[in-house]
Antibody
Framework: VQLVESGGGVVQPGRSLRLSCAVS????????MHWVRQAPGKGLEWVGV????????YYADSVKGRFAISRDNSNNALYLQMHNLRADDTAVYYC????????????WGQGTLVTVSS | EIVLTQSPGTLSFFPGETATLSCRAS???????LAWHQQKPGQAPRLLIY???TRATGIPDRFSGSGSGTDFTLTISRLEPDDFAVYYC??????FGPGTKVEIK
């Protein structure tokens, strides 16, 4: 199982950025997928989830209306589209595979750093 | 909204000792949805325990979880140098505790 995030970088406040998570080693279309972020020196914050078939998404209040999660099951890819970025969105963003039943994350990517700064 | 509390924020041990970490929920939760993750500096988190007491794949039996209701515990026996890290409890995927750092005394 591998999850590899990409797309991070430095972006100005108010701009947009899209993160990607390429997965391999498992049947992607069978699993719900999550994004979790971690601000520098801080703890873990759940960002959102997308169902295995892409039919539903849910978001943390802190990003609702600004972030959107999508997936391409044909290409084993997960995305996080971020709009109207703010300084407090600065964080390492991880994609994570959901462990069904216990509803936790059994595999994590290595993370990609997003820095929102002018 | 469930809030998870982990205190103290930092615990210090000698290698070989046993560490007992606490996670308290603001209201009773199902143990099915209580998990523990380990994070080392510069690395992604790693799942240790799910369902409050089930070890994830490849996790040594020095790690054990217990608890129910509002109080949960992660116990690490015979601490090894590689165990010094930050440990997060998590509920229902969406709520994380603030973490407990286990450092070498």
């Amino acid at each position: 199982v591998q999850l590899v995030e990409s797309g991070g970088g430095v972006v100005q406040p108010g701009r947009s950025l899209r993160l990607s998570c390429a997965v391999s080693g498992f049947r992607f279309s069978d699993y719900g997928m999550h994004w979790v972020r971690q601000a520098p020196g801080k703890g873990l914050e759940w960002v959102g989830v997308i169902y295995s078939d892409g039919s539903k998404t849910y978001y943390a209040d802190s990003v609702k209306g600004r972030f959107a999660i999508s997936r391409d099951n044909s290409n084993n890819a997960l995305y996080l589209q971020m709009h109207n970025l703010r300084a407090d969105d600065t964080a390492v963003y991880y994609c994570a595979r959901e462990l069904r039943g216990p509803y936790t994350f059994d595999n994590w990517g290595q993370g990609t750093l997003v820095t929102v700064s002018s | 909204e469930i809030v998870l509390t982990q205190s103290p924020g930092t615990l210090s041990f000698f290698p070989g000792e046993t560490a007992t970490l606490s996670c308290r929920a603001s209201q009773s939760v199902s143990s099915t949805y209580l998990a523990w993750h380990q994070q080392k500096p510069g690395q992604a988190p790693r799942l240790l325990i799910y369902g409050a007491s089930t070890r994830a794949t490849g996790i040594p039996d020095r790690f054990s979880g217990s608890g129910s209701g509002t109080d949960f515990t992660l116990t690490i026996s015979r601490l090894e140098p590689d165990d010094f890290a930050v440990y997060y409890c998590q509920h229902y995927g969406r709520t994380f505790g603030p973490g407990t750092k286990v450092e070498i005394k």
